[in-house]
């Protein structure tokens, strides 16, 4: 009986001390993409139009959804950034974001909430843009998981 106790005392430690880091991260995300739906943000929307035109195309509206409130980046960001942002995001360069986020994650984040920005550098979050930066339109961030699925948009004028 005691043989019996002890194996399984073994085994219950051996597998309470696996590692979870993989289940770690997916929660974290989910966690902040609920609190973003409960705060009420207006839903993205995208009907594939290109080159499009904001707010018509593509955009955010509604209530419910995961598109942050407007950030206006001028005056908070240097043209230096928002250059290397429009480049990278904009032509689907997966390593020169993580380099762009990485290198300016403090300027960042002056608009672009950590737990997005740490996601981008670390490959758990993607992030694709839609329009560009300038006087006339908008662009947006669309911070996607491994899987596909919108996690955040930031829309920046």
């Not at 961030?141 to 829309?155: A, D, E």
């Given at each position: 009986m005691k043989?019996?106790?002890g194996i399984a005392l073994v085994l219950a430690f051996t597998l309470s001390s696996c590692s979870n880091e993989d289940t770690t991260a997916p929660n974290e995300i989910n966690s902040f993409e609920s609190t973003?739906?409960?705060?009420?943000?207006?839903?993205?929307?995208?009907?594939?139009?290109q080159p499009g035109t904001d707010g018509v195309d593509y955009g955010c509206k509604d209530s419910g959804g995961n598109c942050l409130p407007d950030v206006v980046v001028s005056g908070?960001?240097?043209?230096?950034?928002?250059?290397?942002?429009?480049?990278?995001?904009?032509s689907g360069n997966t390593q020169g974001t993580q380099h762009v986020f990485e290198?300016?994650?403090?300027?960042?984040s002056?608009?672009?909430?950590?737990?997005l920005i740490?996601?981008?550098?670390?490959?758990?979050?993607?992030?694709?843009?839609?329009?560009?930066?300038n006087k006339d339109q908008a662009m947006y961030?669309?911070?996607?998981?491994?899987?596909?699925?919108?996690?955040?948009?930031?829309?920046m004028r």
């Open positions: 043989k019996l106790l973003q739906r409960a705060n009420g943000l207006r839903v993205w929307f995208d009907n594939g139009e908070i960001a240097s043209p230096h950034v928002l250059d290397d942002l429009n480049d990278n995001v904009g290198a300016h994650a403090e300027e960042l002056r608009f672009i909430p950590g737990e740490e996601g981008v550098i670390n490959g758990r979050l993607f992030v694709k843009s839609r329009g560009k930066l961030l669309n911070f996607n998981s491994r899987g596909g699925k919108t996690v955040s948009i930031i829309p």
